[in-house]
């Protein structure tokens, strides 16, 4: 699933069918700014649920998953500018207008219950993009029991506007219990859901696979 920008009249997640590694097309996620907001251009597992206002969206993550990979493999190309928008972050977390944005992949596997966390059966985390205690640390989260990451950063002397192959372990917390869901999340700014980053921000997504060992 995508954000819900396209409900605003602005489209951010797009297939890009002239800029690929495999296959007819890739994906593209594009960082804008909606009346001086940052929406940041996304791709996830799961299902949007709906606008709140005009400065946010809910969104339930996840797909029902049971088996456990070791790594998250796929091909990736970020183009990047310094932070322009800036209207919050992570506690601990320090963002200035000099900082080059950070696009970024992640998979998390767990035992989400929808009732404990918001969303459905099969997409049982739901996060309020306006309200920051609803969004999961999956480094500290329990329900938790594998996550891995990958940050893209660009600034003026190491462009990463090129194709890239990557692979991101997936380190388990739990070594001995399975997932009921996954949820993968791609976004083209690193704190878009704190609406921060930079809006002309684009990252493409291409050939993605889980790998088992």
């Not at 594009?30 to 929406?39: D, E, F, N």
């Not at 309020?128 to 594998?146: G, Q, Y």
């Not at 990463?160 to 739990?174: G, H, L, S």
Request: hydrophobic share 35%; charged share 20%; glycine share 10%.
């Amino acid at each position: 699933d995508v954000s819900g920008s396209a409900s605003m009249g602005l489209v951010i997640t797009v297939p890009d069918n002239s800029d690929k590694v495999d296959g007819p097309r890739s994906v593209c996620c594009q960082s804008k700014s909606i009346i001086g907001m940052l929406a940041a251009g996304n791709l996830f597992s799961g299902k949007f649920m709906g606008l709140v206002g005009t400065s946010g969206g809910r969104v339930a993550f996840g797909r029902p998953w049971t088996a456990r990979p070791t790594a998250l493999k796929c091909w990736v190309k970020y183009s990047t500018g310094t932070v322009n928008i800036i209207k919050s972050v992570p506690d601990g977390v320090s963002v200035s207008r000099s900082d080059y944005d950070m696009g970024m992949v992640r998979v998390a596997l767990g035992t989400w219950n929808y009732r404990t966390y918001g969303g459905s059966k099969d997409s049982p985390v739901l996060v309020n993009t306006t309200d920051a205690s609803t969004i999961i640390d999956f480094t500290k989260d329990p329900s938790t029991i594998a996550f891995g990451e990958a940050k893209f950063k660009g600034d003026a002397s190491n462009s990463t506007n090129v194709w890239r192959e990557i692979t991101i372990p997936i380190e388990y917390y739990d070594e001995t219990s399975y997932p009921t869901h996954i949820i993968i999340s791609c976004a083209s700014s690193y704190y878009g859901d704190y609406f921060t980053g930079c809006d002309s921000s684009k990252l493409w997504i291409d050939k993605m696979e889980l790998v088992y060992e």
